[in-house]
């Protein structure tokens, strides 16, 4: 019992001289997040990678969600180095792109070059655009000059899921069990992305995670009667783009109520995602930083929870279990 008391009143002292030193990493910021029982629960809030921009505002947005329960929730997740991972085993993680580019599809290594200078002519471009629209604009061209080339090369289907099956395309750790709880507890989860929504589809498929409140919206492949690539199915969608706009109309109109948003992404262009749901009323933004240091003013500025180089989806699980196991939320969240 004294062993317990000292322990107690070092707790409260290391807590005063944090309250004091506002210039340390641990500082105010800290200090009021060690004061926050609610915060203080969520173990992850004391690990060194896990940085949150004001902690206030992130303990009334959690116990709103956890008092509205799994009934009022759906999340709203990227993929490519969100759900899916960013570095693993010392090696980058392949995007859903990335894994159709010519030196990953038997037989299409001669359009590699093709390629490259296509990459070359438009990636100064890109750089230099100013605007949203005019980013759109050069990307849409970059897609279907790259696109051209495969429809001329006669890709077929078949190649194309062969490739998409044996790809190496790794799901951040942890992501089976948060789906599956999403799935057993009937939360809605849009898988809002700007890669290749067949790859993605397949992905998933592999891991057994394809679950009937899982939708996907990303870039959907088009192949004619004999089963060959001739497009893509309208609209395309670029990391600039992912709002309202390209959604259908109907899909936040299907679950009114879930009016409590997780948003989960790599990218500030992915904050814009949740633009469409009608009547928000919370919304907790979790950015990964995966291997961009020089970002992390702006992804403080603009994530509510930003997490440096974390390949799991640890935070995440922590955020919905207190929300499902919240008193009435109906709990079936063994994350």
């Known amino acids: 019992a004294t062993a317990a ?32 029982s609610f915060l203080r629960s969520l173990l992850f809030t004391r690990q060194a990678h ?39 085993n010392g090696k980058k993680v392949l995007t859903s792109i990335q894994i159709l580019l010519p030196a990953k599809i038997p037989g299409f290594q001669v359009y590699e070059e093709e390629m490259k200078q296509i990459y070359m002519h438009y990636a100064p471009k890109l750089l230099s655009a100013t605007s949203a629209d005019e980013k759109a604009r050069l990307l849409s061209e970059n897609f279907q000059k790259n696109t051209d080339v495969y429809v001329g090369a006669k890709l077929s289907r078949q190649t194309v899921f062969s490739v998409f099956r044996n790809a190496d395309l790794q799901l951040r750790t942890g992501c089976s069990p948060f789906m599956d709880v999403l799935h057993r507890n009937d939360v809605p989860i849009l898988i809002f992305s700007a890669g290749l929504g067949d790859a993605i589809q397949v992905t998933l498929e592999k891991a057994n995670l394809v679950y009937r409140n899982c939708e996907i919206v990303a870039n959907f492949m088009k192949f004619d009667g004999e089963g060959y690539l001739v497009g893509w199915y309208d609209p395309l969608i670029f990391n600039v783009n992912k709002t309202k706009a390209v959604l259908c109309e109907s899909y936040f109109k299907k679950e009114p109520e879930r009016t409590n948003v997780l948003l989960l992404g790599d990218s500030l262009n992915d904050l814009q995602m ?18 961009k240091d020089e970002m992390m003013p702006k ?15 640890d935070v995440a699980k922590a955020v919905l279990k207190q929300v499902i196991d919240f008193p009435n939320g109906g709990s079936q969240s063994p994350l």
């Not at 949740?274 to 291997?291: C, H, Q, R, S, T």
């Not at 992804?299 to 989806?313: C, G």
């Open 5 to 36: 008391r000292r322990d107690r009143q070092s707790e409260v002292e290391i807590t005063a001289r944090d309250r004091e030193n506002s210039c340390t990493k641990v500082g105010t910021e800290q200090a009021e997040m060690f004061g926050s």
């Open 299 to 313: 992804y403080m500025k603009s994530f509510d929870v930003v997490l440096v180089n974390d390949e799991s989806m």
């Open 50 to 88: 896990v940085h949150i921009r004001n902690t206030r505002h992130v303990e009334k947005v959690l116990q709103n969600m956890a008092a509205g329960g799994r009934e009022k929730l759906r999340v709203i997740s990227d993929f490519d180095q969100t759900l899916s991972g960013y570095m693993q």
């Open 274 to 291: 949740a633009d469409g749901v009608p009547g928000m009323e919370n919304i907790l933004k979790i950015g990964y930083l995966n291997g």
